[in-house]
């Protein structure tokens, strides 16, 4: 089975997963998102992962065969806080099956911050009918990034 067939599984994710989530995380991150300064390093945001995302949030992984780690989601309520993929699993149909299970979670809505430098991101939430309702100069994250805030509601 080659990796364009290969079937991904969506499962929550267990304290075994925290590196292998951390690192999809890193990699997705400097791939998509180049220009923008990561105040934390490898091992901060490993650490994070450890003690904090998957221990203590709605933490979702796309494992592929073999049990590798290939896509990560986190739900905190009606915040979707993290959708990464490893780069070369996107345009698999990961995202948006991550969107379809959040929004199943969340069915009364969501909410999502990206940077606005991150247009691609952009295009994939309106394309699953998030709409963007709040710009800011980024002096509310730790990056200090303009961002934007997506939401969707469902229709009525």
Known sequence: MTEETEEVALRRAVAVDARAVADVWLRSFAAALPTVVRPRSDDEVRDYFASVVVPARETWVAEAA????????????????????????????????????????????LALWTFQVNKPAHRFYERHGFTADEFTDGSGNEEREPDVRYVWRPQE
């Open 66 to 109: 073999g049990g590798r780690i290939v896509g990560l989601m986190v739900l905190n309520g009606e915040l979707l806080s993290q959708l990464y993929l490893h780069p070369d699993w996107r345009g698999r149909g990961i995202g948006d099956r991550f969107v379809a299970l959040a929004k199943e979670r969340s069915p009364g809505g």
